[in-house]
């Protein structure tokens, strides 16, 4: 094994760092249009950063060609969270709008995850720069600062393939026949078309053009951050809960599928197998909460209760958590049925978090396969998915990523009741922060907030939200000694 290159480790970070400098500067522009207190603090974050990332630069200059592999790539990956993160929450610090640097942490990595969980108590009395800061962190974390910087660093050619593998989700990649810095291009470009639509389609609804930048970008990223603390709600309009229950949705799918799409390829959407379970599964629970709140008597009116399951199952199955109901409020059985939505999540390649329902399939098949090995215990049944066979030691890792992903839940609901949340809080939050969901249950749910939780727990959902957002291997690889070893 090759010596680990630590230089090569700085000097990406310190080329994301100018990449997130240049984003804060645009938020320091909004802060100065609108003449508020929060420019100076915009200006000043964003000098931090652009300094840090040219110093981090210069550090990682000498023997930056050695060659890198998958532990270089892991260590980046997991620690470009962490730094965005840290000089991320610079403005929110720096202009005294949230002085307290845990919560600052806090709502930082939750938006560059894409989780939505907040300790906000006033949404609206924030200033408008840090707004929206706020949701271009989620855009940004959306489809991956690694994947923009890929698009941007031609100068890893082939190397580039370990930091595209590390940071994008799923048990297999939709892979394209150009280079990786080129399927980076795509992606990106797929990703702002989308964003630009949503927003033009907003902005013709009772937004204003702010609203609409912001909820277009927290919408495609499905990460959930409001400009408004009653969410989507704010509005009280059908037209923008249709609209953004659509967009939510596409955000839940591999967006390799919808870059297909808009070049006119339709069929490989059609066909793709885990897309037709998602769509199955949304439909299945938007009509079984629909139809059990019309006729429960909990909303009388029939479009109602449609349009309020629609948003709130696909809020939830693509981990975006906008809100415009409390689920908790209906009822033990819905508050289920969410929790079980929270677990499923949306597409691998998506925007979304969870476990992804490419792995739900998997598993089910395996387990079909082996009360047919019951029967013919010589017979070989393969795993298929879109008629091709899924290699065994794939879903040997998928059981090996379920196995963790349940562990982990179990220990943290016992981490974060002991360090004294609720029952509720902690079951509800250690699903949410893993998942990138954004609400809990309890005090953390739609109508709540993360601000009262102890200050520990702040930080061990910090943790939680990126073992999630990198799905758990990336993440958890650092933790083993022989991850360090020559």
């Keep these: 094994m090759n010596k680990f290159n630590f230089r090569f480790v700085i000097k990406t970070l310190g080329f994301l760092l100018l990449i997130e400098s240049l984003f804060m500067m645009v938020a320091t522009v909004i802060s100065f249009y609108y003449q508020e207190y929060s420019g100076d603090a915009m200006l000043i974050s964003s000098t931090i950063t652009l300094i840090s990332g040219v110093f981090f630069r210069l550090i990682g200059m000498e023997e930056y060609e050695k060659p890198i592999g998958k532990r270089e790539s892991f260590l980046v990956v997991a620690l470009a969270w962490v730094v965005l993160s840290a000089f991320g929450m610079l403005p929110y610090f720096i202009s005294g709008s949230i002085p307290n640097i845990s919560n600052?942490?806090?709502?930082?990595?939750?938006?560059?995850?894409?989780?939505?969980?907040?300790?906000?108590?006033?949404?609206?009395?924030?200033?408008?720069?840090l707004l929206f800061w706020r949701c271009l962190t989620q855009w940004i974390g959306g489809i991956g600062?690694?994947?923009?910087?890929?698009?941007?660093?031609?100068?890893?050619?082939?190397?580039?393939?370990?930091?595209?593998d590390a940071e994008t989700t799923g048990i297999v990649h939709e892979r394209f026949r150009p280079r990786v810095t080129q399927i980076a291009k795509r992606l990106w470009g797929t990703y702002i078309l989308v964003t630009v639509i949503l927003c033009g389609l907003l902005w013709v609804g009772?937004?204003?053009?702010?609203?609409?930048?912001?909820?277009?970008?927290?919408?495609?990223s499905t990460g959930g951050y409001s400009t408004k603390q009653a969410s989507i709600a704010h509005w009280n309009s059908p037209y923008i809960e249709y609209v953004v229950s659509l967009f939510m949705f596409i955000g839940g799918v591999n967006f390799a599928l919808i870059y297909f799409l808009v070049k006119g390829v339709p069929k490989r959407l059609i066909k793709d197998e885990e897309f037709r379970w998602y769509f199955t599964i949304c439909v299945l629970f938007i009509a079984i909460v629909a139809s059990s709140l019309f006729m429960?008597?909990?909303?009388?009116?029939?479009?109602?209760?449609?349009?309020?399951?629609?948003?709130?199952?696909?809020?939830?199955?693509?981990?975006?958590?906008?809100?415009?109901?409390?689920?908790?409020?209906?009822?033990?059985?819905?508050?289920?049925?969410?929790?079980?939505?929270?677990?499923?999540?949306?597409?691998?390649?998506?925007?979304?978090?969870?476990?992804?329902?490419?792995?739900?399939?998997?598993?089910?098949?395996?387990?079909?396969?082996e009360f047919k090995r019951q029967v013919h215990p010589n017979a070989i049944y393969p795993v298929r998915l879109n008629g091709h066979v899924i290699p065994i030691d794939i879903v040997t890792k998928i059981l090996a990523f379920m196995f963790l992903y349940l562990a982990i839940l179990i220990i943290s609901f016992l981490i974060l009741s002991f360090s004294g949340m609720g029952f509720e809080e902690?079951?509800?939050?250690?699903?949410?922060?893993?998942?990138?969901?954004?609400?809990?249950?309890?005090?953390?749910?739609?109508?709540?907030?993360?601000?009262?939780?102890?200050?520990?727990?702040?930080?061990?959902?910090?943790?939680?939200?990126?073992?999630?957002?990198?799905?758990?291997?990336?993440?958890?690889?650092?933790?083993?000694?022989?991850?360090?070893?020559?």
């Design 145 to 164: 600062i690694i994947v923009f910087a890929l698009a941007l660093l031609p100068m890893l050619g082939g190397n580039a393939s370990f930091l595209y």
């Design 206 to 220: 009772p937004m204003n053009f702010f609203d609409s930048v912001c909820h277009a970008m927290s919408t495609m």
């Design 426 to 486: 902690s079951v509800g939050s250690a699903i949410s922060c893993m998942g990138n969901v954004g609400p809990g249950l309890g005090t953390v749910g739609p109508s709540g907030h993360f601000a009262d939780i102890p200050t520990f727990s702040k930080w061990y959902l910090c943790f939680l939200m990126l073992t999630g957002r990198l799905e758990l291997f990336t993440v958890l690889s650092l933790f083993i000694p022989a991850f360090w070893k020559r």
């Design 104 to 129: 600052a942490y806090f709502e930082t990595m939750s938006g560059f995850t894409t989780t939505g969980s907040s300790i906000l108590l006033d949404i609206e009395a924030m200033p408008k720069g």
């Design 296 to 369: 429960s008597g909990k909303i009388n009116d029939i479009e109602q209760a449609f349009r309020s399951s629609l948003f709130q199952v696909i809020s939830v199955i693509t981990t975006t958590g906008f809100a415009t109901a409390d689920y908790i409020e209906w009822g033990a059985f819905y508050t289920l049925v969410i929790c079980l939505l929270m677990l499923f999540c949306a597409c691998a390649g998506s925007t979304s978090g969870g476990i992804k329902i490419v792995r739900i399939i998997v598993l089910c098949k395996n387990a079909i396969n």
